[in-house]
């Protein structure tokens, strides 16, 4: 037995250490992680201070009362005649130009509201803008 060799064996690494460590390294991390919040926009509706107003002569702005009116260039206009007017309104105009404000008072009927906003869509307007009340209060 002497002058004999001993085997080495290789080394062995103990993973059941390296398990624990791996689960506390991600619970620390799941609990310390901050997770983004999605922002969330808050929207009123504009009001109308009165129904004797003139709307803005802007050839591409829409209005709606409270009575669900509309009013195209000061006049009022029935569902129907949307679409027309915009068509014409938007004749050779290109890209921002096609535009279309809708100004709209916040007791407006919905369904007004999203016929007009169709509309605006079937005649190819690039952008819809629906300007708020800053002043209101949350």
């Known amino acids: 037995m002497i002058g004999r060799r001993r085997r080495r064996e290789p080394p062995r690494i103990e993973i059941s250490s390296l398990v624990d460590i791996v689960f506390l390294l991600l619970i620390f991390f799941m609990v310390t992680t901050r997770f983004a919040e999605e922002p969330v926009i808050d929207i009123e509706l504009s009001t109308a201070e009165g129904e004797s107003q003139a709307p803005e002569q802007d050839p591409k702005t829409l209005q709606i009362d409270s009575a669900s009116k509309v009013y195209f260039l000061g006049k009022e206009i029935s569902l129907d005649e949307v679409e027309e007017k915009l068509t014409t309104s938007l004749e050779g ?10 100004e709209i008072d916040r007791d407006s009927k919905w369904q007004v509201i999203s016929r007009v906003i169709d509309d605006c869509r079937r005649v190819g307007a690039q952008a819809l803008t629906v300007p708020t009340d800053p002043d209101r209060g949350q």
Do not use: D, F, Q
């Open 93 to 102: 105009l290109e890209g921002a130009a096609r535009t279309v404000r809708v």
